[in-house]
């Protein structure tokens, strides 16, 4: 990693994760495999911080730790790459099993549980669709029915005032650095 630190993929140690190599991987890590619109690739960082946003807006009383896990919820992409969900299936459960264990580890580093509850998991999740809907009608050329049909429609709260514009990546980065330091410091 930038940082120095030798991450092992297959036994990864809380150790050796530090926020300024996820937050540097994960802004030059582009959604949609770089089929966006804009200057910028979308990437993943942006992506991370809107899905932390979409969780405020549609659980508003969210603790802390559990909006940290919505911004870290994509944080192994940051040594393993976005793929999308067709290409995730295809490698089959050695990828998930991967996802887990560095998933896991970036949660011990920053105070979390290695696994959150269910119940956060889907509030996560469906902030992720909606994340994903957005990103899909105002940056990636799908039309909302399309979005409709692959990741639900959202309510007109979720919609409101979200306008995506990517950004340089090193914006993007220090974004996600900020956001997580405010988190971290609220916990």
């Known amino acids: ?3 120095g630190r030798r991450l092992d993929l297959l036994d990864p140690s809380p150790l ?3 926020v300024e190599d996820i937050a540097h991987g994960l802004a030059f890590v582009a959604r949609w495999n770089g089929q966006t619109r ?3 690739p979308y990437s ?3 992506h991370s911080l809107l899905v932390e946003q979409l969780l405020g807006v549609m ?3 969210t603790p802390v730790k559990w909006r940290l896990a919505a911004l870290l919820h994509d944080a192994p992409e940051y040594v393993i790459g976005d793929m999308i969900s067709p290409v995730k299936a295809a490698v089959g459960p050695g990828y998930k099993a991967l996802d887990e ?3 896991a580890a970036v949660h011990l580093r920053f105070g979390l549980p290695g696994a959150v509850p269910v119940s956060v998991k889907r509030q996560i999740k469906r902030a992720d669709k909606v994340s994903a809907w957005l990103e899909a009608v105002q940056i990636a050329g799908f039309s909302e029915g399309e979005a409709d049909r692959l990741f639900g429609r959202p309510t007109q709260a979720e919609l409101r005032a979200v306008v995506l514009v990517p950004r340089p990546p090193m914006a993007a980065k220090a974004a996600f650095l900020a956001r997580h330091a405010e ?3 609220a916990l």
Do not use: C, F, H, Q
Request: net charge negative.
């Open 16 to 18: 050796d994760i530090e």
């Open 1 to 3: 990693m930038l940082s």
């Open 38 to 40: 804009g200057e910028y």
């Open 59 to 61: 659980a508003p009383k």
């Open 44 to 46: 993943v960082a942006e």
């Open 101 to 103: 264990r560095l998933t």
């Open 183 to 185: 988190l971290i410091a």
